[in-house]
């Protein structure tokens, strides 16, 4: 019950990450980087300092508690996660849900879920490394899981390539204003790799969330405390980035412009930077409740997958292409399906 329970937040988690573009979409007369920032104040520091002040019990006394490096680590990912993440935005601009998403997070699963064993077994840290997974059944079976997710998340990007050599450009253009495959992937490359940083940021922060377990706060939550440190450096990765966007492209006048309607584009950018928050809030939920760390990123990541392919679906992202791309897509997204039962099994094996 408690692995069920564990993929269940993980499934609402990997909803809110495939959903959180969507509010962005109905944004008018803005620039993308004025409603990108506007969002991301929300996703990575109101809504998070928020998440942590509710959840966990004297959440500042314990960042301040914490040694330099510890924080300086757990900082630094959490920037290089930043550029992995601004990049994600663009992936969705040039690429679309569904082919952004699954490029991205291909490369994103990878890194995240098999790095950290490894990095124990070399640096010879206590916690599940590779060598462990490896000598038993479970964590044979969790890789596997890994194997197959990475596998349909292939399928979906070939059904993506599919799709632009056979899709009309009027289609293409009429779910995807700015579709340009060739940029989209070299983004969504970058963005997959460093976007896995987010878990190793969640790794080396860990004595945090072990001290706010300590002191009381519920278990369920432990790493809403670790969030804060990451997403600082989300935010100013984001923030300078933007910032300059803005002066290049003359776009500050954005904020105050009367000729959009300003409250309908903050609202839906706070609602888009607060969905995606949710994403990790649920995530932290998760992984509170299974065994393994790998496995836990791979549920995140197919989820989200999962999810947004049904939007890319229902947005028409694949209106006019022929079949054989249908059935190329849907045959990668059965694939990421039998994923998740694979690590779930896996993961029922270890919690014994």
Same mark, same amino acid.
């Given at each position: 019950?408690?692995?069920?329970?564990?993929?269940?937040?993980?499934?609402? $988690? $990997?909803?809110?990450?495939?959903s959180?573009?969507?509010?962005y &979409?109905?944004?008018?007369?803005?620039? =993308?980087?004025?409603?990108w920032i506007?969002?991301?104040?929300?996703?990575?520091?109101?809504? @998070?300092?928020?998440?942590?002040?509710?959840?966990?019990?004297?959440f500042?006394?314990?960042?301040?508690?914490?040694?330099?490096?510890?924080?300086?680590?757990?900082?630094?990912?959490?920037?290089?996660?930043?550029i992995?993440?601004?990049?994600?935005?663009?992936?969705?601009?040039?690429?679309? /849900?569904?082919?952004?998403?699954?490029v991205?997070l291909?490369?994103?699963?990878?890194?995240?879920?098999?790095? @950290?064993?490894?990095?124990?077994?070399?640096?010879?840290?206590? $916690?599940?490394?590779?060598?462990?997974?490896?000598?038993? %059944?479970g964590?044979?079976?969790?890789?596997?899981?890994?194997?197959?997710?990475?596998?349909?998340?292939a399928?979906? $990007?070939?059904?993506?390539?599919?799709?632009?050599?056979s899709?009309?450009?009027?289609?293409?253009? !009429?779910s995807?204003?700015?579709?340009? /495959?060739?940029?989209?992937?070299?983004?969504?490359?970058?963005?997959?790799?460093?976007s896995?940083?987010?878990?190793?940021?969640?790794?080396?922060?860990?004595?945090?969330?072990?001290a706010?377990?300590?002191?009381?706060s519920? @278990?369920?939550?432990?790493?809403?405390?670790?969030?804060?440190?990451?997403? =600082?450096?989300g935010?100013t990765?984001?923030?300078?980035?933007?910032?300059?966007?803005?002066?290049?492209?003359?776009?500050?006048?954005?904020?105050? &412009?009367?000729?959009?309607?300003?409250?309908?584009?903050?609202?839906?950018?706070? /609602?888009a930077?607060?969905?995606?928050?949710?994403?990790?809030?649920f995530?932290?939920?998760?992984?509170?409740?299974?065994?393994?760390? !790998?496995?836990? =990123?791979?549920?995140?990541?197919?989820?989200?997958?999962?999810?947004?392919n049904? =939007?890319?679906?229902?947005?028409?992202?694949?209106?006019g292409?022929?079949?054989?791309?249908?059935?190329?897509? %849907?045959?990668?997204?059965?694939t990421i399906?039998?994923?998740?039962l694979?690590?779930?099994?896996?993961?029922?094996?270890? !919690?014994?």
């Amino acid at each position: 019950m408690t692995v069920l329970i564990g993929v269940f937040f993980h499934f609402v $988690g $990997g909803f809110a990450s495939g959903s959180f573009y969507l509010p962005y &979409k109905k944004v008018r007369g803005w620039s =993308w980087e004025s409603y990108w920032i506007v969002g991301g104040l929300f996703s990575w520091l109101l809504v @998070p300092w928020l998440a942590a002040a509710l959840t966990v019990d004297h959440f500042l006394q314990i960042i301040a508690a914490t040694p330099t490096a510890t924080l300086f680590w757990t900082y630094l990912l959490g920037l290089l996660w930043g550029i992995g993440g601004l990049t994600f935005g663009l992936s969705m601009r040039y690429l679309g /849900l569904s082919l952004g998403m699954s490029v991205a997070l291909g490369f994103c699963s990878a890194f995240g879920a098999l790095i @950290p064993p490894i990095y124990r077994d070399v640096m010879g840290v206590s $916690g599940e490394s590779l060598s462990s997974m490896l000598h038993s %059944a479970g964590g044979l079976w969790v890789l596997a899981g890994v194997a197959i997710c990475l596998a349909g998340i292939a399928i979906c $990007g070939k059904a993506g390539m599919m799709k632009e050599a056979s899709q009309p450009e009027a289609d293409k253009k !009429a779910s995807i204003s700015e579709f340009n /495959l060739p940029l989209g992937l070299a983004v969504a490359t970058i963005s997959g790799i460093l976007s896995a940083c987010f878990n190793f940021g969640l790794e080396a922060g860990q004595s945090m969330a072990q001290a706010a377990v300590r002191e009381g706060s519920n @278990p369920l939550f432990q790493n809403n405390v670790v969030f804060v440190v990451v997403l =600082w450096g989300g935010l100013t990765t984001n923030l300078i980035w933007c910032l300059i966007l803005n002066a290049r492209n003359r776009s500050f006048g954005d904020y105050t &412009k009367r000729s959009t309607p300003l409250l309908a584009n903050y609202l839906f950018s706070a /609602l888009a930077g607060t969905i995606w928050f949710l994403q990790f809030f649920f995530y932290g939920m998760g992984a509170s409740k299974l065994s393994n760390g !790998a496995s836990s =990123w791979i549920l995140h990541m197919a989820f989200i997958i999962l999810v947004a392919n049904a =939007w890319g679906l229902l947005l028409k992202e694949w209106k006019g292409v022929d079949r054989r791309t249908f059935t190329a897509i %849907a045959l990668g997204i059965a694939t990421i399906l039998l994923s998740v039962l694979v690590v779930g099994y896996g993961n029922a094996l270890l !919690a014994r």
